[in-house]
């Protein structure tokens, strides 16, 4: 027997419809919602490795998914490297803007406001510090070149902190919960969580050996499509083999090459970090925005609060197609498809239609055809997105080929 055994198909996570209904479509530009997609993949971001191979014991897949629905760590800090590469093409920081406008777009215009800073995690690398202290307190830092952003949950308020404008964003709301909900990106638990929503049975579930992970001990489990069709090659998660805590995450393409997502801790402790950590009071001199929608329901409020749907893929229905996260889905498991009408007509702006910058966006896609007629793909390593010419979008983690089958289906 192997010294790891291992289980596949494991049954984990299938408590969710994968037939969703439809939510308002966001009027972006068109481009910006492909690359919007791919940006939400970055929800499924844990931690980083040191090589080494540990001698543990024995432990099945199954056993190991359990251990880790089971952890209850409350508190943590640390550093965080993530490296994203999607493959998005080298427009010299375009891209990163456009992910940026179109979240203020939908926000108060704050450079500070979370769902516009935390977009900058769709490419390259960058350093994260996170701590946590219990579901009301958790702190993430994103570390720049003379600079530093920060967003800190402290009870019942969420302050969002640019260093480099100087500018302030706070949320208040008498609803716990919504800010339970608003938990940094970066918290290992909760992007482990959302990969294992797509593990069903398409997919095969093993224990691939053990490794060493910030200094602690850690079991790696390994997921893999057993579909065609997808762009997801696997996707590897190491465990902390004495809390249950996800250490580290990679997700590689289909395609090879290097990691589409490459993220984990080089420095943790499950020490309870310094009260102080999450204390913040807005620097003198500060512009402060106020969050315009704290006091409307929590379900509104949910769908755009502080960067939520970064970490639950496509959708909320993470990669393998799971949840309820309000678009349509076609198709199953790994291979499904989410849909959406933008509403307009024309597909992506070219010419005098769209000026310089819609011509240019127009000449990175592929024109293709089918039954659902014409439109244009946008692609990156890991999602691809159809913008039909009637104004339907079709966006998933699949081949472009599997996008046309899905727009010809869904005529």
Known sequence: MAPYESDDAVGAARDEDPRSGRRKAARYAVPVAVVG???????????????GDPDLPKITAQQLIEKMAKSDVQQLSGTV???????????GGLESGMLSGAAQGSGDGS???????LTELVSGTHTLRVAADGPDRQKVSLLESGAEYS??????????????????????AADSGRHRAAEPPAMPKNFADEALKAVDDTT???????????????????????????????????????????????LTPKSGGAAVVDAG???????????????????????????????????????????????KGLGGKGLGGKGTGGLNVLGEGWTSVATFDTGTK???????????????????????????GKGTV??????????????????GAVTKDALVKAADAGK
Do not use: C, M
């Open 265 to 311: 801790y080089t420095q943790v402790s499950f020490s309870r970090p310094a009260a102080s950590t999450f204390d913040f009071t807005p620097p003198k001199g500060a512009k402060v925005t106020e969050d315009k929608d704290a006091a409307k329901a929590p379900e509104h409020s949910r769908e755009r609060e502080h960067g939520g749907d970064v970490a």
């Open 151 to 172: 967003l800190i949950h402290d009870g019942k308020d969420v302050w969002g902190y640019d260093s480099k404008s100087n500018e302030v964003y706070h949320s208040t």
């Open 81 to 91: 490297k993530i490296s994203t590469d999607l493959g998005l093409p080298d427009l």
């Open 37 to 51: 997609v791919a940006a939400a993949t970055i929800g499924l971001v844990p931690a980083l490795a040191s090589s």
């Open 111 to 117: 450079s500070a406001d979370p769902r516009a800073k």
């Open 378 to 395: 946008f692609s990156t390593r890991l999602v691809n997105a159809l913008v039909t010419d009637d104004g339907k979008v079709y966006a």
């Open 204 to 250: 095969s579930v093993t224990v691939d050996g053990t490794a060493h992970v910030a200094g602690r001990d850690a079991y790696k489990l390994l997921i893999q499509p057993r579909q065609s069709g997808t762009t997801v090659g696997a996707i590897s998660i190491a465990v902390d083999a004495k809390t249950g805590v996800p250490l580290k995450f990679t």
């Open 346 to 372: 024309g597909g992506v702006p070219t010419g005098s239609q769209g000026g310089d910058i819609g011509g240019f966006l127009g000449s990175l896609g592929d024109q293709v055809s089918g039954k659902f």
